[in-house]
């Protein structure tokens, strides 16, 4: 079953894939690596049988990472036949690249710890192995997992450490650059970690900016996309309406450009927030609705509790209380369910402007806002106390 015809069509429809990519026919390109999977599992079982299969699997991740997203189930299948490809080639290098991408599907899908036993894991490697770019990886999943569990000076240390060692490192490009470059994402989350830390908004957007620039560099669009959401969700944490519409509308044309779904709805959540501010508000909760349902729909978790909380912001617009309460209170159970607890000051302080909108007494609002403001001093996120502290003033003058 493993003769030349088999090598022949097999290399065909890489050729086929590679052809169809190139020419934005994602669904043909899905089909042809596929039919080469196929092709390849029947050779018998050895070392030409498992190359096969690692290079059309790591094809297939890349391919589905940005037309699926890179947390859905497909990716997740995908990269275990990296892993158990390279496992049995004892190829360290797609080990670690297989490993990476099972820890960020991970938590996309809201899997936290999951994703932080993998960084873990990638730490370890990278001891065992005195390797500089597995140990950037690594530290890049741990600072993640720290940074939405709340753990906000832990995930600065990681994410610090991954920036550092990774200074001097080239960015690679066309089918050498992962899908998503671990620096860069490092040096966004980063920023969005200093901005909580209290350091000096500029500086933050600086350092956004200069993880944009390096996953441009890299060609992929995937890439350059999330860096540029993280950069969004900077101003929408500062509540800048304008940069985060203009942002977000761009995020959203290269989401369709270059077939990215999943991006484009995170996109048009944070776009249809801050229109919610500039025109109708009702239409404007509405999207942000349709934009989170489809969001959900495709499996994606990873800082769902923000999302909770641009859908019941939008709701409170829009005079929607009782629907904007239901959508606080489901942010603040999944800041539970998820151990995701970086936002839920913010939740917490939303819910006190509905209750007042509401009519609830003042005092209720305000053990809201000073337990917001608790849980925010032991985060040590400035950022977050500072909100707390005006929201308690303005509480006090109305």
């Known amino acids: 079953a493993g003769g030349g015809w088999d090598e022949k069509a097999y290399t065909y429809a890489l050729r086929l894939a590679e052809q169809a990519q190139a020419g934005l026919a994602y669904e043909q390109a899905e089909e042809q690596l596929r039919s080469a999977l196929a092709l390849a599992s029947r050779l018998p079982p050895g070392p ?18 940005f037309t699926r997203g890179y947390h859905t189930q497909a990716v997740v299948e995908a ?20 490993t990476l991408g ?3 599907a991970a938590r996309g899908q809201g899997q936290l710890l999951v994703a932080h036993h993998l960084g873990e894991e990638l730490l370890a490697m990278s001891e065992a192995a005195s390797n500089r770019e597995i140990a950037i990886a690594g530290y890049e999943c741990c600072g993640v ?8 000076r832990a995930a600065e240390e990681h994410f610090a450490l991954a920036v550092r060692l990774g200074a001097d ?24 970690t200093n901005l909580f830390l ?7 957007l600086a350092l956004s900016e200069e993880a944009v620039r390096r996953a441009r560099a890299s060609g992929r669009p995937l890439a350059e996309g999330l860096m540029q959401i993280l950069r969004m969700l900077l101003y929408s944490l500062l509540r800048d309406l ?16 270059n077939a990215m779904p999943f991006v484009g709805m995170i996109a048009r959540a944070f776009l249809w927030r801050a229109r919610a501010y500039e025109g109708d508000a009702s239409i404007a909760a509405e999207e942000v609705a349709r934009a989170v349902r489809e969001l959900g729909a495709t499996g994606w978790r990873l800082g769902w509790t923000y999302f909770m909380l641009l859908l019941s912001e939008s709701l409170l617009q829009a005079g929607q209380l009782d629907r904007a309460l239901q959508m606080v209170e489901a942010g603040l159970a999944e800041t539970t369910s998820r151990s995701e607890h970086v936002f839920e000051p913010e939740l917490l302080c939303l819910k ?38 005006e929201a308690l003033t303005a509480l006090a003058v109305r």
């Open 48 to 65: 030409e049988r498992w190359r096969r299969e690692l290079d059309t699997q790591q094809r297939l991740a890349a391919l589905l990472s």
């Open 79 to 98: 990269w275990a036949g990296v892993r158990e490809a390279a496992r049995r080639l004892d190829d360290i290098g797609e080990v670690v690249a297989a």
């Open 102 to 104: 099972q820890a960020r």
């Open 145 to 152: 997992g720290s940074y939405y569990q709340g753990q906000l």
């Open 169 to 192: 490192s080239a960015v690679n490009v066309g089918r050498d650059a992962p899908p998503i470059d671990p620096v860069a994402y490092a040096t966004a989350y980063l920023a969005a």
């Open 198 to 204: 209290g350091s000096d908004p500029e500086q933050c």
């Open 242 to 257: 304008e940069p985060t519409i203009t942002l977000s509308e761009e995020i959203l044309a290269s989401s369709e450009k």
């Open 352 to 389: 006190a402007d509905i209750l007042v909108a509401s009519g609830a007494p003042s005092r209720t609002a305000e053990q809201l806002i000073r337990r917001a403001r608790a849980i925010a001093d032991s985060q040590e996120c400035v950022f977050l106390v500072r909100r707390a502290e």
